[in-house]
């Protein structure tokens, strides 16, 4: 298995900032913070669903990947190529449950689930899936039913300009399970339209065992995304207007 993610990123600014306009900002003293930080995890999405000027953070609903190559062996070993796609609905109804958070290091356990994601990209695949040879160029469109992800987040503390900033020290991030997938490929295998239709339904008859090859790459892509909105707003926002003590 192997796969590369390019993401269009820009430089991060050293500026003391805020957070974003309409962050909820979750006090230390709230004796109930960790349903504070639930709402204000899924707050802080909606807000950046188009994007922040000022912290210099793309949208994320939809979230734009420039490209995506999947390379696998095995049952499914095919290599994918996807440009220009877009994820829509990571803001949409999500749920959040904090499995921990700890007061003095901040490091944080959390548990989402995406109801529905909607994603479109322009596609090219070459090889054999169970055996069969697939090919194919064009557009395609995938549906993910109650993608349930979890981030493992840890942090050092340092001092700037006389301000205390966190620093993300280990992130982990993987997607745990989904429900259910639905795909199309269009123009699989060119002008043979019976064949391309039959090989979509087989791959959605299979769609658990191919989202299992295509999970290392998202995982890849939402990491991406997710440690720079984290870089961002850790390296320009000040610790005390992140967690106030009060
Ligand atoms: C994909 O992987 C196969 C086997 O691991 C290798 O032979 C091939 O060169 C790889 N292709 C690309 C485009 O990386
Ligand atoms: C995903 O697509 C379905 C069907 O086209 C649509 O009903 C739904 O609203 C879309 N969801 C999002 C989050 O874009
Ligand atoms: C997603 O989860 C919700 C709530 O647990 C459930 O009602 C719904 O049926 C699930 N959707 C699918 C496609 O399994």
């Known amino acids: 298995m192997k796969t590369t993610v390019i ?17 909820k900002v979750c006090k ?5 913070i960790e349903k504070c930080i639930s709402e204000a995890f ?56 904090i499995k921990s958070f700890d007061v003095n290091t901040f490091a944080i356990n ?4 995406f109801p529905q994601l909607n994603v479109t990209s322009d596609y090219e695949m070459n090889g054999r899936i169970l055996l069969l040879p697939i090919q194919g160029k064009g557009k395609c469109r995938a549906t993910y039913y109650n993608m349930t992800v979890t981030f493992d987040v840890e942090y050092d503390k340092y001092e700037r300009d006389g301000e205390t900033y966190l620093k993300i020290k280990k992130f982990i991030f ?3 399970d989904i429900n259910d997938l639905k795909g199309y490929f269009e123009n699989l ?9 039959e090989m979509n339904r087989l791959l959605n ?25 984290g870089v961002k707003i850790y ?6 207007k992140i967690y106030p003590p009060e």
């Open 42 to 97: 899924k707050i802080a999405l909606n807000v950046l669903a188009n994007g922040d000027s000022a912290l210099k953070i793309l949208p994320i609903d939809p979230l734009a990947i420039d490209y995506m190559r999947i390379n696998s062996s095995g049952p499914v070993s095919v290599t994918q190529e996807y440009r220009n796609m877009k994820i829509y609905g990571m803001t949409k109804n999500m749920q959040v449950f």
């Open 7 to 23: 993401i269009l990123s820009m430089i991060v600014a050293i500026t003391a900032e805020n957070l974003p306009n309409g962050f």
């Open 28 to 32: 230390l003293s709230d004796p109930d």
């Open 235 to 240: 390296s320009n926002v000040p610790l005390k």
């Open 174 to 176: 993987h997607i745990n």
């Open 205 to 229: 008859e299979n769609s658990k065992m191919i989202f299992n090859e295509i999970k290392p790459a998202l995982e890849e892509v939402f990491k991406q995304v997710i440690t720079g909105i």
């Open 189 to 197: 295998f060119g002008k043979d339209y019976s064949l391309g239709e």
């Open 110 to 113: 959390i548990v989402a689930v």
